[in-house]
């Protein structure tokens, strides 16, 4: 059974930073690309950024670009997300996700962000 659970979300202000980790289990969590998406409320599902299995390709929604680092750690089935110069756009719950992480069951609970002032 796939479990992703993610951590390290939180209240921050405009401009603040947070570190987002993911912990996977139950799959071969080097043999898959990763993904960090997130929804805001009342909003669909939105791809942020996506990281290949040995972490050398990296990919980023343009709206996080310069701003957010994806990484992962294979040997502890982690996977990260840096957020900096955090805008109140960036308000969402952030879930970490397998391909394809438009499947439910390819993604976590997710941790939610709120940037508030």
């Known amino acids: 059974e796939v479990q992703l659970v993610e951590s390290g979300g939180g209240l921050v202000q405009p401009g603040g930073s947070l570190r987002l980790s993911c912990l996977a289990s139950g799959f071969t969590f080097s043999a898959y690309n990763m993904n960090w998406v997130r929804q805001a409320p009342g909003k669909g599902l939105e791809w942020v950024s996506k990281?290949?299995?040995?972490?050398?390709?990296?990919w980023y929604a343009d709206f996080v670009k310069g701003r957010f680092t994806i990484s992962r750690d294979n040997a502890k089935n982690m996977m990260y997300l840096e957020l900096n110069s955090l805008k109140t756009e960036d308000t969402a719950m952030y879930y970490c996700?397998?391909?394809?992480?438009?499947?439910?069951?390819?993604r976590g609970q997710g941790t939610q962000v709120t940037v508030s002032s």
């Open positions: 996700a397998k391909d394809p992480y438009s499947d439910p069951a390819s």
């Open positions: 990281i290949s299995t040995g972490g050398g390709s990296k």
